[in-house]
T-cell receptor, first 113, second 115 residues
């Protein structure tokens, strides 16, 4: 079945450490890609998105993601995390011609001060 | 500012009761979606609508129904609530003609507990 995979569901790291979250999808063809963030007790907010063009996408709060088509990946990175980055992060994919998001299971990230 | 709201924010009900969760958006988006969020499963699509009078089943639609009588609202009904439907429910909307592509905007969520 077509799917979105996120590994290392629980990530614990210290402030100033670098963060990388992996996202792989199994859809062929053109896709739109998203990373959403959910802070504790809040709703999902868009962190960044890729539709076309430069495969390195910069989002809010110092996050960036790189689309590597040959690897079907859209990994999220932040060079130096802060305590306020504690949240759950979801990768999502929309195959071309489809309006429905397919979500990964999420990464729970805890940043220790 | 345009927004998407859900009500109630918290609901406790008993097994077998009918429950309706409201979702209202002022984005004037054509597409609306209902998801449930459960630990270890991420977000799973329940039902979705591409416009007035259009409804479609998602991957976990059993036990749920929706209706779309206008652009702004997509209420989600649990016909006979079951304990397995205890979850957090999120409504979302999008419109690919809005200039923001397929970006979905999410409501604040409804936490439903079925006893």
């Amino acid at each position: 079945a077509q799917s979105v995979s996120q590994h290392n569901h629980h990530v614990i790291l210290s402030e100033a450490a670098s963060l990388e979250l992996g996202c792989n999808y199994s859809y062929g063809g053109t896709v739109n890609l998203f990373w959403y963030v959910q802070y504790p007790g809040q709703h999902l907010q868009l962190l960044l998105k890729y539709f076309s063009g430069d495969p390195l996408v910069k989002g809010i709060k110092g996050f960036e993601a790189e689309f590597i088509k040959s690897k079907f990946s859209f990994n999220l990175r932040k060079p130096s995390v802060q305590w306020s980055d504690t949240a759950e992060y979801f990768c999502a994919v929309i195959p071309y011609g489809n309006n429905r998001l397919a979500f990964g299971k999420g990464n729970q990230v805890v940043v220790i001060p | 500012d345009a927004e998407i709201t859900q009500s109630p924010r918290h609901k406790i009900t008993e097994t077998g009761r009918q429950v309706t969760l409201a979702c209202h958006q002022t984005w004037n988006h054509n597409n609306m979606f209902w998801y449930r969020q459960d630990l270890g499963h991420g977000l799973r699509l329940i039902h979705y609508s591409y416009g007035v009078h259009d409804t479609n089943k998602g991957e976990v639609s059993d036990g749920y129904s929706v209706s779309r009588s206008n652009t702004e609202d997509l209420p989600l009904t649990l016909e006979s609530a079951a304990s397995s439907q205890t979850s957090v429910y999120f409504c979302a909307s999008s419109d690919e003609t809005s200039g923001r592509g397929h970006e979905q905007f999410f409501g604040p969520g409804t936490r439903l507990t079925v006893l």
